[in-house]
């Protein structure tokens, strides 16, 4: 099946039902999680699941396109972050606080997202690479202030990161319930300002 970018434009009455499909997926994402019943979606979308599985073959492509909006949001997030010109402490925070937000806006969707981060045959790996990218460029602004120690990894600073989002999820803990779990992260790839 060809991506959302690259599909030939649908008539009216489809472009409707995928509209109206796409709402209830997050309505019942964020009420139930990433694994909510797909039949559930289409009822709320007052669509058959016949109209569902014809715009989305995979629960995994759903995914995908409910977080289409959500990866642009990420990636200027990561920049209002690193345009903000706070200090390394809050600029990781503020970042942190964002990622973990961004990637628990629906129940399940911090697991969902940590599984599919290497794995290249899943639909949403590319809004994956998108926070990969992200969090790559908040981390290389303060690496280039050398306010980072040395050997700091991105891909491993965001599986630790979304590991908390995944806690916070299953937890249901805000993004405030979250921070302190988020400063031990902080405060280990962080240089010590009073070191030589």
Known sequence: MASEETAKPRRADAQRNYDKLLAAAREIFRE???????????????????TLYRHF??????????MREWSEDVDSDSDEVIAAGLDAQETLRTWFGKFVENIGVYRGAAA???????????????KCQVLVGANDKVLTHLAGRGELRDGVDSREVMRLVSGIATVADQSHLSVDESTPMLDIVIQGILRDPSAP
């Open 32 to 50: 139930h999680g990433a694994q909510a019943s797909l039949d559930d979606i289409a009822k709320r979308a007052g669509v058959g699941p016949g």
């Open 57 to 66: 073959p995979t629960r995994d492509d759903l995914i995908d396109a409910v």
């Open 112 to 126: 969902k997202v940590m599984s599919a981060m290497d794995d290249e045959s899943s639909p949403i790996y590319r």
